[in-house]
């Protein structure tokens, strides 16, 4: 266990990390690591979540061709989904997208527009699913990162309703990829 961790904290991160493949099992290690530390300081920067140790061991991690969003978040949602079918009642999913804002950083690509058009990044739709009953979260059901696109000045908003990439289906599409409840059986 990690020095300075807290045994809940540990636990829950080795639970919902300690599975990533990443092909190399010390990535899966930082992965519960900067995970522990996160989960510890939930709010703030990252410098303020971690020590120095730690930061850099993220920042490797994050920046190693190996580890993607899709892997990271895949371990993560199969214990949420097991969560929710194992939680027996109304699991409630919320919705709501943010913008990352990645302004700034050069080394960052294939971002488009947030805020006020005058930055860059990305918008995060993330679907947390609820034990209703325990007022409980139980995780990320599903996560959804997309590029805003850039709207052609004069464009009608028959065309932008109608585009495809349209931010407002983000919602249905992380919906999507959520399995659906079992059916209840009535009793007999």
């Given amino acids: 266990m990690e020095a300075g961790c807290d045994r809940g904290v540990c636990s829950s991160a080795e639970t919902d990390f300690g599975g990533c493949r990443f092909g190399d099992q010390r990535l899966t290690e930082r992965a519960v690591i900067s995970a522990a530390a996160i989960m510890r300081h939930p709010g703030g920067t990252l410098p303020h979540k971690m020590g120095a140790n730690e930061l850099f061991g993220f920042y490797r991690l994050a920046n ?3 580890v993607t969003h899709a892997k990271m978040l895949q371990c993560h949602r199969e214990q949420t989904l097991k969560a929710m079918e194992a939680a027996g009642g109304v699991v409630l999913l ?4 943010t913008e990352v804002d990645f302004t700034g950083l050069e080394s960052a690509q ?11 990044g990305l918008l995060c739709h993330n679907v947390l699913a609820v034990d209703y009953a ?3 979260v139980l995780g990320l059901a599903n996560q959804i990162t997309h590029k805003r696109r850039r709207v052609p000045k004069g464009e009608g908003q028959k065309a932008k309703r109608e585009d495809p990439q349209r931010e407002g289906r983000l919602w249905k599409r992380a919906l999507a990829d959520v399995p659906s409840p079992p059916a209840e059986v009535a009793p007999t």
């Fill in 64 to 66: 190693n061709p190996k």
């Fill in 134 to 136: 325990r007022r409980e």
């Fill in 110 to 120: 294939d971002l488009g527009p947030i805020g006020n058009g005058s930055c860059r």
């Fill in 94 to 97: 919320i919705s709501d997208t």
